[in-house]
C-alpha cells in the first residue's frame, strides 16, 4: 500500500512540475521543536523535526509542495528514542504579504524505539515568510501534526531558497 502512495506521489509531482511557472520553484530547509499533544505528551519529551521542502508555483498566491521531514522524540523516564519520517504534498497558499497557510498530507514512517505500520498523516501550518525580490528569505512558522493517535505542534524556523 505505501509503494502504491508514493508511486501516486511521485506521479503527481512530475504532472505538476510540467504545469508549473518557470523560475517559480522554490526549496525551504527548515527545523525546530515538537511538541507532543494529548496523551501523546505523557509518554514523550518535546522534541525535534528537521525538513526540506520544494514548492512549485501554481498561480501568484499558490504553490503545490513535496516535503520530507524527520521527527523524533525522547521517551520520559526510558533511554529510548522514537521518531518518524514523513514524506507529505500539500498546498501552501499566501492569504496576505508574507503570510500563508498551508495543509498537506503523506505517510508516517515510524523509526527508533517504535515498531509498525506506515499510517496516514496530515497537517496544517500558519506562517511568515520574510522574502526578498527574488523569493528567497526566512520563514518563521507553526504547525500541527497528526499521525495514528500522536498529534503535536511543531515551531519552526527556516530558509527559503529559489532553485
Known sequence: MKYKLFLLGLCFLFSVKGLTQKKMN??????????????????????????????????????????????????QDANNNSGLFLPRIGYRHFIAEGLYAQGDAGLAVYTGYWNGPSRFTYGGELGYLIKNKSGSGFDISVRINRASYRSWIGVNIGYQFQL
Open 26 to 75: 522554490f526549496i525551504k530547509i527548515h527545523g525546530g521543536v515538537e511538541m507532543p499533544l494529548g496523551i501523546f505528551k505523557e509518554g514523550y519529551k518535546t522534541g525535534w523535526g528537521i525538513y526540506a521542502t520544494d514548492y512549485y508555483s501554481v498561480s501568484k498566491d499558490g504553490s503545490v509542495l513535496f516535503s520530507v521531514g524527520i521527527t523524533g522524540w525522547k521517551v
